[in-house]
């Protein structure tokens, strides 16, 4: 059986060893899973996917990150990419515009401006994963496949069961090949400090969530007065 070797940090190699983790089959099983969600996403035509059959085909990406993958492919489109590339998919996130991606940029002092400036100053072109693609199918290429399984990774790893905006940012950074995660990291969203503001910026969503019933119960007076002096001066 070839063998294939998995470099760890050291405190998590030493976790690992007193926990006792079989290693072996954990990694086979998570390569395994990793292989069937890149090959889909390499295979994917994205001018034959409305959103419906994209939704199918992967399954755990939100609206949002669908809607993304939409924008990038329209740009690619635009431009006769000869693929959709890592450039186009950080150019659907600028374009879709209320993501929370947008909003962690932000809180690290990357602003969505320059980031499209930068973008716009970028000419690398990225080869299609198919070394013969097919006449008019659009796919990924092969950095932003990379980046699309890059992002369900930080998922995964961060606990989500679902794909957003926010990991794909992530997935983008971490990518080393494409034009995007090279303009991204230039304008200093490093990956640590990308991953910390994203799992900050849902740790708060979550909170105003749940403090959603407490505003509305304390609202729940004014607007009851606002409603009684409406219907006198009406």
């Not at 070394?131 to 659009?138: E, H, I, N, R």
């Amino acid at each position: 059986m070839p063998k294939i070797n998995v470099y760890l940090p050291d405190e998590l190699a030493e976790a690992v060893k007193a926990a006792g983790v079989p290693v072996s089959a954990i990694c086979q099983r998570a390569l395994e899973q990793a292989v069937r969600r890149v090959t889909a996403i390499r295979e994917t035509v994205l001018g034959d996917l409305d959103d419906a059959a994209l939704a199918a085909r992967l399954p755990h990406f939100t609206a949002r990150a669908r809607t993304v993958l939409r924008l990038a492919s329209e740009r690619a489109t635009a431009e006769a990419a000869p693929a959709v590339g890592t450039a186009h998919l950080l150019a659907g996130i600028l374009a879709e515009g209320g993501n929370l991606a947008l909003h962690v940029l932000r809180a690290i002092d990357v602003e969505p401006p320059r980031v499209t400036a930068a973008l716009a100053a970028q000419s690398t072109v990225e080869a299609p994963t198919s070394a013969a693609p097919t006449a008019g199918a659009l796919r990924f290429s092969t950095p932003a496949a990379a980046a699309l399984e890059l992002a369900v990774t930080e998922a995964t790893a961060l606990g989500h069961n679902y794909v957003g905006c926010e990991h794909l940012l992530l997935g983008l950074i971490s990518e080393p090949d494409g034009a995007a995660g090279q303009v991204l990291r230039s304008l200093g969203a490093e990956l640590r400090l990308t991953r910390r503001a994203v799992t900050a910026a849902l740790a708060g969503y979550v909170h105003l969530q749940a403090q959603a019933p407490s505003l509305d119960s304390a609202l729940a007076p004014l607007l009851e007065r606002i409603e009684r002096l409406e219907a006198r001066l009406q």
